[in-house]
């Protein structure tokens, strides 16, 4: 058991240096600077039942000052307004362009397929794959571009600050930034060729058009729920430059609205924050859970007491890397780790019953 007591003291301490070095690197954009030559990019926004979010984002990328733009929007088979507010701001503005979507076929996920066609449809020479759920500000085109351009990427992706208000997304969503942020140095991304250090996120991902349409990554990875870690390690393997950044108040994202849709949302994708593991997340769910009463018992409360400032200093470097109220999440820290293990056991039982819906789709039959 002293050796056990030793595995968990040790990477406690591997987790609390990631999250250290994570804030200290300040993994975000660079601030805007000249771009030579600014490419045409081509906006592609995948919209699902989106009427809530998709005026929101359209309206602020039509108020962009960069010019080479086109913005084009799948709808994929809405049921709701997302069609009559894509229109009219289609006629607002003659850059902005609809796509009516089909049912995908067998053997794709919605939001690959309408990803797939979007790009099959884009004319310019960046591909930028924005969530309608998103929310930019003016200069968050032209600072992509820079880094994007600058370390001559082929695929950047930004986890846009996560915007929570409900009590329900307070104690859910900061979730995936305590996993990433704690166990990835996000600066390896770039630097290191191992598949082991990729993360990516669907809502922001950039790619240089030549290169996306030599891999179709999105077809590659048709029936992947997690399509971004499955196309972040696709560029790895084929030994394309890609990083990956946190957004600040230029890209933002409110993920989830209220604790349900925070809880679904996380159980299609839990295990793939640990490499598709099951065993991986369970272990690292019991770990992090019973560490400190094994510490205790084993070690006395000398220990037991560094560790938990551990897991506070965890928690403080990364609500500030992410720019979450660090106060909120320490106070949080308990429910936030309960909603986290009712995650687990919920992506358990979705596995066993081969059903996870997500925006009326079983995305384990695609």
């Known amino acids: 058991m002293t050796y056990f007591c030793y595995f968990l003291l040790i990477l406690l301490v591997v987790r609390l240096l990631v999250a250290m070095v994570n804030f200290l690197s300040f993994a975000y954009l ?85 990803c797939h066609q979007l790009s099959k449809a884009a004319t310019g020479e960046v591909f ?3 969530d309608a759920d998103v929310s ?23 986890f846009p600050k996560q915007i929570v208000r409900s009590f329900g997304e307070k104690v859910s969503v900061p979730l995936m930034n305590w996993i990433l942020l704690s166990l990835l140095p996000l600066s390896l991304i770039r630097k290191s060729k191992n598949e082991a250090f990729s993360a990516a996120n669907g809502q922001f991902m950039m790619f240089n058009a030549t290169t996306y349409k030599t891999l179709y990554p999105h077809e590659k990875c048709k029936s992947d729920r997690v399509e971004d870690m499955a196309i972040i390690k696709l560029f790895k393997q084929e030994n394309l430059a890609s990083d990956t950044r946190l957004g600040d108040n230029d890209i933002s994202c409110r993920m989830y609205v209220g604790l349900d849709a925070a809880v679904e949302g996380f159980t299609k994708n839990v295990f793939q924050f640990f490499g598709n593991s099951k065993l991986a997340t369970i272990s690292f769910g019991l770990i992090t859970t019973i560490a400190p009463f094994i510490l205790y018992f084993n070690m006395g409360l000398w220990w037991f007491t560094a560790y938990i400032a551990g897991i506070i200093l965890i928690r403080i470097f990364v609500s500030l890397a992410s720019q979450q109220s660090v106060v909120q999440n320490l106070i949080l820290a308990f429910p936030q780790h309960l909603v986290f293990l009712m995650i687990i056991g919920k992506g358990l039982i979705n596995s066993k019953r081969k059903k996870i819906l997500w925006k009326g789709r079983n995305i384990l039959q695609a």
């Open 30 to 114: 660079p601030k805007l600077t000249s771009i030579v030559k600014a490419p045409n990019v081509s906006i592609l926004i995948p919209a699902r039942d989106e009427e809530e979010n998709i005026g929101n984002l359209l309206e602020q990328l039509s108020k962009l000052k960069y010019r080479r733009l086109e913005i084009i929007v799948y709808n994929d088979h809405s049921s709701d307004k997302t069609e009559s507010i894509i229109q009219h701001w289609a006629k607002r503005n003659p850059i902005i362009k609809i796509i009516n979507g089909q049912q995908p076929p067998y053997g794709w996920l919605g939001k690959n397929y309408a």
């Open 128 to 130: 930028l794959f924005l």
């Open 136 to 158: 930019v500000k003016q200069d968050f085109i032209e600072r992509s571009i820079s880094h994007f351009l600058k370390y001559d990427l082929h695929l950047l992706s930004i």
